[in-house]
């Protein structure tokens, strides 16, 4: 999708004494800064390039964003310098970094909406920018745009007319070529390019019908606030959720996942066998590819955790760490088998997290054995040492865990149900045919 840009540099004086030294954007909202919750939105929405067009204590943001993993998206900053730019030259300053053309919404805005429709609608054009639109009746501000069958006659901030039904909802779309007539140097609101475009015809609009928020007033936090912590406790998470896995498997590597089932037929065709290590959640998962490599595939598979009495017996006289690679050095682990590791971290031994896997992982490599693994965040010590690796993406640092460990069974059944592996037929897709 196209990149963001997100105004954020303003001084915020409606908000004084409040914005005197913290920056409107981290003005804590439902009990997080804001810009966390409009980042939060972004990734759920499948944008993965943001730029940040900060001036006014633009350092702090930086400070708190950072460069965006926390959200998996690649954040940028654009710093208006000694004087400020307005917004429309806070733009025209960031273009190296936005690209050719791009969404551009304002540091104060939550804006329920759905990204891909309105870049879809643009690109199903020619226009050169794009502004979304509410049927306001002054409802929330002062109505601003004259919109009659289903064209954009006018945007106008500065002057209010009666035609004017209409207000600019917070999202647009730009062309970067619009900005070639300003100057680097140049402060002015972009407002003033919007109104410029939909005076020759070159601005689409776009209609929403679900009202915006803004923490720009005192009110509009108490409303924003409401609405954050409305959708954080209700079945709208449901959505959220879904939306969250719908960009993951947009996101996840086929390459690897192709290479992964290379390798395992070439365990296969050896004669090796998998073994499947994972703990808490991801145990569970490994107990029910046991099954399907073995009944689907047809080559022999384990699971140490599947051997509880074993498991805590190890894990009594001889501690956690060690628990698999004694497992694997009892039966034998040889260059013909394959380590399959489901994990959320992937282990850490310098954080303690997961040290039972980094140990098998390391007296694997020392036999020669595969490995292959299904993990979330950076992927850990397992990406590091494996031979193939499907690394979940991360849309949403506070649900790593359940899309990790829900998507290790998407990839594992994908796998049995490669042709490359898959040797026998399920019995519900053998009874329908």
């Not at 970067?176 to 002015?188: G, L, P």
């Not at 079945?235 to 996942?257: F, R």
């Amino acid at each position: 999708m196209l990149s963001v840009g997100i105004l954020c540099g303003g001084l915020a004086t409606r908000l004084r004494p409040m914005t005197e030294t913290v920056p409107k954007a981290l003005i804590e909202i439902a009990g997080k800064p804001f810009i966390c919750h409009q980042l939060d939105y972004l990734a759920r929405q499948g944008i993965s390039r943001v730029v940040l067009c900060v001036g006014y204590l633009g350092e702090m943001i930086r400070d708190v964003v950072g460069q965006g993993a926390s959200w998996g998206l690649q954040v940028s900053y654009s710093f208006d310098g000694p004087a400020l730019l307005g917004t429309g030259g806070a733009i025209k300053k960031a273009l190296p970094l936005l690209g050719k053309e791009f969404f551009v919404f304002y540091g104060d805005s939550y804006l329920p909406i759905e990204f891909r429709k309105v870049e879809e609608a643009f690109m199903s054009k020619e226009n050169l920018g794009l502004m979304t639109i509410l049927k306001n009746k002054n409802q929330w501000d002062k109505s601003n745009v004259i919109y009659q069958k289903n064209i954009l006659v006018e945007y106008n901030k500065s002057i209010n007319k009666p035609e004017m039904q209409y207000i600019d909802y917070g999202l647009g779309i730009l062309k970067a070529s619009i900005f070639d007539q300003y100057s680097n140097e140049d402060s002015f609101d972009i407002s003033r390019v919007y109104n410029q475009l939909s005076l020759v015809g070159q601005l689409q609009g776009y209609e929403v019908y679900e009202r915006f928020y803004e923490i720009g007033s005192h009110q509009g936090i108490s409303d924003t606030e409401q609405y954050l912590l409305k959708i954080g406790n209700t079945m709208e998470y449901a959505k959220l959720h879904l939306s969250e896995a719908i960009e993951i498997i947009k996101q996840l590597d086929c390459d690897a996942i192709e290479k992964m089932a290379d390798i395992l037929q070439g365990v296969k065709k050896d004669g090796g066998r998998i073994f499947f290590l994972g703990v808490g959640g991801s145990a569970g998962n490994c107990s029910h590819a046991v099954n399907d490599f073995r009944k689907i595939v047809g080559i022999e598979s384990y699971a140490p955790t599947d051997n509880v009495s074993e498991l805590t017996a190890r894990t009594n006289d001889e501690g956690w760490a060690t628990i698999f690679v004694e497992w694997l050095k009892i039966s034998k682990l040889n260059a013909k088998d394959c380590l399959f590791i489901f994990s959320v971290g992937g282990g850490n031994l310098e954080k303690n997290i997961s040290p039972n896997l980094v140990e098998a992982l390391i007296f694997g490599k020392s036999v020669g054995a595969k490995i292959i693994g299904v993990v979330g965040r950076d992927g850990g010590y397992t990406a590091k040492v494996a031979d193939a690796c499907s690394i979940i993406p991360t849309v949403n640092a506070e649900t790593i865990t359940p899309h990790s460990e829900a998507f290790q069974a998407v990839v594992w059944h994908l796998l049995v149900s490669h042709p490359k592996l898959k040797a026998n037929q399920t019995k519900w897709e053998s009874s329908v045919k």
